[in-house]
């Protein structure tokens, strides 16, 4: 099943659960805790949940545009992204978890309030990919979902719904496939049959493992639960985001 394919009201419930994923291990950190590292190269837990919670308002401007017609882009520029983040970090532990309420409310209500032909005016992401506006569902989903494991205090991609997953998996290798890269890789979950990234090309590697182990691995989030045929070792997953 495709996340897509789910009625909106089943995509923003999902979306929602995430949420209340990701606020879950929030909650569970010290305020101490917040200074550790994460699964981010450079990121420590102040860094993510500000991103998290920036995140939210960014998309909230990609409502504002399908509601009103008038252009409010995710971000002004990469620079004014990661200027936000870096100075969220720099609020202490209470204003963090704060920022990190308020935003995800606010979100939320503007999916709420959005009028329903505004879901399908066409948006921009921080990419430039042009989007309808329900496209900031899944957007959020994955953010969510994912950023609860990043933290690094019991989140699991095992907790992920399947749906999900299967998303998850599909947008990553139909992002590898667009940029060439993976070629030679196939990817074998349990209990299905095996997906080459690129048809034709000749099988080279091929990542085993349980779904959301594949999908863990696929995203970057390390290799535990993995294996592979054709070499010795699994290799390091493509790029995704």
């Known amino acids: ?29 010290t305020d101490a805790d917040f200074d550790e590292g994460t699964l981010l190269d450079g990121w420590t837990r102040r860094h993510l949940i500000a991103h998290a919670a920036y995140n939210a308002l960014a998309l909230c401007r990609l409502l504002d545009w399908a509601a009103t017609g008038e252009e409010t882009p995710m971000y002004e520029s990469g620079e004014q992204r990661a200027r936000e983040i870096t100075e969220g970090a720099t609020l202490n532990a209470g204003a963090l978890r704060n920022l990190f309420s308020h935003s995800c409310a606010r979100l939320d209500e503007k999916w709420r ?18 989007v309808p506006a329900e496209e900031t569902v899944w957007m959020r989903t994955r953010e969510v979902w994912i950023h609860a494991v ?19 998996l599909a947008d990553i290798v139909g992002t590898w496939r667009s940029r060439g890269d993976g070629t030679g890789l196939a990817l074998a979950v ?22 959301p182990a594949v999908v863990r691995w696929a995203a970057g989030r390390g290799d535990n639960g993995i294996g592979a045929v054709g070499v010795d070792k699994a290799p390091v997953a493509p790029r995704w985001l």
Do not use: C, K
Request: no cysteine.
């Open 1 to 29: 099943m495709d996340f897509t394919a789910l009625d909106l009201s089943e995509r923003l419930l999902i979306a929602r659960r995430g949420t209340a994923y990701l606020a879950q291990r929030i909650a569970e950190l």
């Open 113 to 130: 309030h959005l009028p329903d032909a505004a879901w399908r005016e066409t948006v921009r992401t921080a990419q430039g990919r042009l």
């Open 150 to 168: 990043d933290l690094g205090n019991g989140g699991r991609f095992g907790d992920f719904p399947p749906v999900v997953l299967d998303s998850l």
């Open 190 to 211: 349990e209990g299905r049959e095996p997906v080459a990234v690129h048809d034709g090309a000749a099988i080279t590697t091929t990542v085993t493992g349980a779904l």
